[in-house]
């Protein structure tokens, strides 16, 4: 079994939460680029003409898909230590320099 010593296991439950952190800004930045993207490229097909939305089909389309991410999003949410600085801290650098 591996035995961490005394003197660096007080980092442990600092590191571990901070590097989450970081690694969860950088997904999330990676995703609101990959989001925009889409959302540009959308915009610029319905410009041309060659894609036509309505309004009414928009928001059809959300009422569908916005229960089951919210629901999918639930257990992420239980699951990342958000209450910890650390985290907050790693997070903020990954959405930064992600």
């Not at 003197?7 to 930045?29: D, E, H, N, S, T």
Request: proline share 6%; net charge positive.
């Amino acid at each position: 079994m591996l035995d961490i010593p005394p003197q660096v296991a007080w980092l442990v439950p600092i590191a571990i939460p901070f590097v989450v952190g970081i690694l969860v800004g950088a997904m999330v930045k990676r995703t609101i680029k990959l989001v925009l993207g889409i959302v540009a490229l959308v915009a610029v097909l319905v410009g041309m003409g060659i894609l036509s939305l309505t309004l009414v089909d928009v928001f059809d389309k959300a009422m569908l898909l916005l229960p089951q991410l919210i629901t999918t999003g639930q257990g992420a949410l239980d699951a990342l230590p958000y209450s910890s600085s650390s985290f907050l801290v790693g997070l903020g650098i990954g959405l930064w320099r992600g």
